[in-house]
Every structure is written in C-alpha cells, then in structure tokens.
C-alpha cells in the first residue's frame, strides 16, 4: 500500500505558475506508475498527467506544454509543475499511484486526499 499526500495548490492569477508536490510513502516512486487527476466538484475525474517507472510520460491534451510532471526518486516525490495557468484548470488535483500501468484511466488503486488549485482571470 501507497500512502500519497500532496501539497503546492492554492489560488493564483490566469497566466501564474504552480507546482504540486506529492509525497510517497511506503513504496519507492521509482518502481510505481503515478499520475495526476483533478475534479471539479459535479464532473468526472479526469487524468492530467502520468509517468511510468522508465520515465515515459503521457499528458491530457489541455495542458501539454503547461504542465510537466516529474519525480525525484531522493525525496520520493512527484510533481507537476503548472504553467500559463487558465481559469479552466480550477479544480482538486489528485495524485494517484499503482503496482501496473494505467495511463490517464481513474483505475489506480492509490490516491491522495488532493489539494484545490484556483486560478482567476
């Protein structure tokens, strides 16, 4: 079992920059497949980003070339570094981890409890 407990959001103008850490504990980041999702409160949960334990990263399509997601396998934390912020990335973002690839599907079998990012215009 993965325990996740993100950290980073909070409120920042249209155009602003955040970054989402979540740490890891219980299991090196290094050999699980993570990814970030965000919610709006009454929609689905959408997958915004996920790595692999080769490095290999997938990203929704709204946010390629804004956000990066990496780990640092020393502090057993991923990140998302959000950039060219918009108000429609106003949401709780989510890290999840699992033993298996999942890609962007809601399917991983770990998650942290989130941190809500706002941004306005």
């Known amino acids: 079992q993965v325990q996740l407990v993100e950290s980073g959001g909070g409120s920042v103008q249209a155009g602003g920059s955040l970054k989402l850490s979540c740490l890891a504990s219980?299991?090196?980041?290094?050999?699980?497949?993570m990814a970030w999702f965000r919610q709006v409160a009454g929609k689905e949960r959408e997958g915004v980003a996920s790595?692999?334990?080769?490095?290999?990263?997938s990203y929704r399509e709204s946010v390629k070339y804004r956000f990066t997601i990496s780990r640092d396998n020393a502090k057993n934390t991923l990140y998302l570094q959000m950039n060219s912020l918009k108000p429609e990335d106003t949401a709780m973002y989510y890290c999840?981890?699992?033993?298996?690839?999942?890609?962007?599907?809601?399917?991983?079998?770990?998650w942290g409890q989130g941190t809500q990012v706002t941004v306005s215009s």
């Open positions: 219980g299991y090196p980041v290094s050999r699980i497949h």
């Open positions: 790595t692999d334990p080769v490095g290999l990263k």
């Open positions: 999840a981890a699992d033993s298996i690839w999942r890609g962007l599907s809601p399917r991983y079998k770990n």
